[in-house]
């Protein structure tokens, strides 16, 4: 490592002015944002009893910030979805400790970005070179670098090890300027069953209104966080995000936070929560009332046609779920890279990582080829 350069853990993220954080990245993704990250901090969403410890990497060449990387001391996989469980059974069953571990990305947001911030190559490779003397000087097990972008693949080397997985996502093709456009691409099974499916809930004299953060009322913001929670209760989940933090996006986020509210008789009756970057648009929760065909408006097809109204070129819907590829979204390849500091483990898993590549390379391969789009339409 550049010996000008000085690592320093910050173990939250107040301890920054926002712009030197920010300095360090596009804006054009809002996960990465002091904001977001100091937020999660601030209103009660990383709880310790979860196995979250704020624990940041970070770079100076004198008083200056040159790199940084949102980082977590984790105590078990809790909201990460890069599954590792195998790993860790593994490590106990030979009477190691895989736990703490050290984590790279975004908490509870299964979202490519930016991982690595620097204002140079140099700062970002030193920045790898750090992650690896933390991970040594602090006895840990590992590092895990979840979601990042493809182009900073170069940076790892042959000791990282890289985990691929499938997301369904949307992305916009040219001339596509409504969603008649959109649906009109598709074969006619597909085009039929979105229809029919927009139309119950017409029938049911549903209408949506889209809030932005500085649009939406103290009652719209409570409403969406208790769909959130019913969610959660109902599939048996601890939720982790708080009616602050939603408040707090909606203060310092107020372009970035987009609701998508159902409205029935006058009151609000399901709703998705998004977050909105440059050119994409990031589905992250609903909830709401079980009515035909409302799922799948609200989490989707509210926030298709906003991308095409808007301008924007991708949506991202969330992790998992393969009745996304009949609406519309294909599968996209997701990266993630991971340092084991156990040399013999490290080699094991290194052929455990190099199939499950090819598992996911051939199931998004067998995904393609149940495309809804026509044959001859350039998605394809």
Known sequence: M??????????????????QWDALH???????????????EQHGCLRPEWGWQAQHLSLWRDDELV?????????????????DHAWANAYARHGLAYFPKWLCGVPYSPVTGPRLLARSEADRQALIEAIVGHVQDNDLSSAHINFHLADENPLFDAQWLQRDDVQF??????GWKSFDDFIG??????????????????RARIRFVVRHGDEASADELRAMHGFYLQTFAEYGNAPALT??????MAEQMPRQLVLFLAIQDGEPI???????????LYGRYWGGAALPGLHFETCYYQGIDYCL?????????????EHKLARGFLPTQVRSHHWLAHPQFREAARDWCAREREDVATYGADLLRHSPFKLDDPSQ
């Open 2 to 19: 550049n010996l000008r350069l000085q690592p320093r853990v910050l173990h939250s993220l107040a301890a920054l002015r926002a712009a």
């Open 26 to 40: 596009d804006g054009s993704n809002p996960f990465v944002g002091h904001a977001f990250l100091s937020g999660l």
């Open 67 to 83: 790199a940084a990387a949102p980082g977590y001391l984790k105590q078990n996989s809790h909201g990460e979805f890069v599954f």
């Open 169 to 174: 996502q949307w992305q916009r093709q040219p």
């Open 185 to 202: 691409a598709m074969d006619h099974k597909r085009r039929k069953n979105i229809r029919q499916e927009r139309a119950k809930v017409a």
């Open 243 to 248: 009616l602050a933090f939603l408040c707090h």
């Open 270 to 280: 399901a709703g998705a929560l998004c977050l909105r970057g440059a050119d994409t």
């Open 309 to 321: 109204r808007e301008g924007l070129q991708r949506f991202e819907p969330g992790a998992q779920g």
